[in-house]
């Protein structure tokens, strides 16, 4: 049972690259997240999806776009990456929906450093 | 905006002995989790206290919800080197949108062999 797959684990990408980051889980669960983490810093909420084609703003979205692409898959692009971008990014599922809160279940993030 | 806050920042003790660590929020909640994080890894759900629970257990953790004061604790007992991680309180987000999560800065412990 793998739970929350993220790909890659790690890149390195110059300003103005675009990159997709990739997020699939098992677990049959209706909500997905992306977060980034900053050193010294909880986790901060860029988007949420809770079904399949439907998404929301989080705390810091912008520079970012998303898409569900099924009920497994929930991918993160950055069309024209910038330095403020180099982060830690997680993805995580839950079987909450909008007007509940459930426990979340986390990827190993990938580590984005933007030159 | 509402978000749980722990104290302290970083924690170091010897192993065996136990951990507490504390979480404080600014506004009314239905629940408030507790994850762990170790090193280059994600996130990982330890614990969820509702409003209505003074006290949780689970293993060695003894988790306590104080609503009057806005405030949680997280408390580790007989620790090990294992237990090495930063720990993040979490509560929801304003009514309509509970189902994001709030998370705190973590508390980074440290137990020692």
């Known amino acids: 049972n793998a739970g929350v797959t993220q790909t890659p684990k790690f890149q390195v990408l110059k300003t103005g690259q675009s990159m997709t980051l990739q997020c699939a889980q098992d677990?049959?669960?209706?909500?997905m997240y992306w977060y980034r983490q900053d050193p010294g810093m909880g986790l901060r909420l860029i988007y949420y999806?809770?079904?399949?084609?439907?998404?929301d703003k989080g705390e810091v979205p912008n520079g970012y776009n998303v898409s569900r692409l099924n009920k497994r898959e929930f991918s993160l692009r950055l069309e024209s990456a910038a330095p403020s971008q180099t982060s830690v990014y997680f993805c995580?599922?839950?079987?909450?929906?909008?007007?509940?809160?459930?426990?979340?279940?986390f990827g190993d993030g990938t580590r984005l450093s933007i030159l | 905006s509402q978000q749980g806050e722990e104290d302290p920042q970083a924690l170091s003790i010897q192993e065996g002995e136990n951990a507490t660590m504390n979480c404080s929020y600014k506004?009314?909640?239905?629940?408030l989790q507790w994850y762990r994080q170790n090193s280059g890894r994600g996130l990982v759900h330890l614990i969820l206290?509702?409003?209505?629970?003074r006290e949780k257990h689970s293993g060695r953790l003894r988790v306590t919800l104080d609503t009057s004061k806005k405030s949680s604790s997280l408390l580790i007992t007989a620790s090990r080197a294992a237990d090495t991680a930063s720990y993040f309180c979490?509560?929801?987000?304003?009514?309509?949108?509970?189902?994001?999560?709030?998370f705190g800065s973590g508390t980074r412990l440290l137990v020692r062999p």
């Open positions: 677990m049959n669960h209706n909500s």
């Open positions: 979490a509560t929801p987000g304003p009514k309509g949108s509970s189902y994001k999560l709030i």
């Open positions: 999806s809770a079904s399949e084609g439907t998404t």
């Open positions: 995580a599922s839950s079987e909450g929906d909008r007007h509940s809160n459930q426990p979340q279940h």
């Open positions: 506004t009314s909640i239905n629940n």
């Open positions: 206290i509702r409003s209505n629970e």
